[in-house]
């Protein structure tokens, strides 16, 4: 029930020396979209996209009924407003259940919270590893893969990372399965073991874009302008080499077709950073 600024603005004072003026707190999302709208005014969309996901987006204040300072604000002039959606959270309800595979559901039950944060653990950075590395050690108990050797290494947590997969999407050369397959445990890999690893790496990766173009898609036909930019920050957003243009493709298809907005996605490198430096010389400047 406290302001959380004024909190941490206390707790900075206590300390004698520290010269710091707070002006606001604010997430990274709401950060990328201050940082996207710097970059190209039509930024109506700020997401996340690296170790986890979140989502923000300009809404008109009329439409937000459960605010109760809404009519104070538009009586002051004020017609729009930031919304953090906390899309990372959606499904926490099991409303996408249907979506969940069994690599999901054991992935969310070893889980540091398990039953939270459903929506980004089918695409988050700290995840899309080992999504693939649970299908993976599926197929090897299964013999389609390593010819059903299991290594104590395939068998690991997190001992694949995003990061191998972006590679393998990136370079399908044979140094990047050498690369990975030792790391595993394994002294080689046939032609079939690299082609069944790189098909996985793929469909993790089509699905995680899918899903962000349901989010997106909605937000663009929701918000009252006819030209939406999302701005994107994030490890797996900069570094995939494919999620830009699969997530621009699946949000043309999922798109009603009466609807003839332009759209188009925008890297906001350090958008939390550079985005929380705007808002605060914009408080500076309204402040003056």
Sequence with gaps: GRDAAQLLQEAIDRHRGLN?????????A??????????DPTSAVGL????????CYIEKIENIDYWTDRDEWLRRGYREVIVDMECGGFGDNGVIDWAKTKYDLSLDRESLFPNSYTFEKLFGGKFLGDIVRRVLLDLAQNGLLFDGKITDELKTVESITATDLSNIETNKSDDIFESLAKRLGYESFTSDDRNTISY????????????????????????DRQEVTIAIDGSVYKY?????TLITDFIRELLPTDCHKKFKLILAEDGSGKG?????AIAQR???
């Design 20 to 28: 710091v003026r707070l002006v606001a707190i604010l997430n990274d």
């Design 276 to 280: 929380a430096g705007l808002v605060a």
């Design 200 to 223: 996985v790496c793929a469909v993790v990766s089509i699905r995680g874009a899918l899903m962000l173009a349901a989010i997106l898609s909605n937000l663009i036909v929701r918000i």
């Design 30 to 39: 709401t950060g990328t979209l201050v940082q996207g709208i710097h970059l």
């Design 48 to 55: 996340i996209l690296g170790t986890g996901s979140n989502a």
């Design 240 to 244: 995939h080499p494919k999620f830009h």
């Design 286 to 288: 309204l402040a003056k």
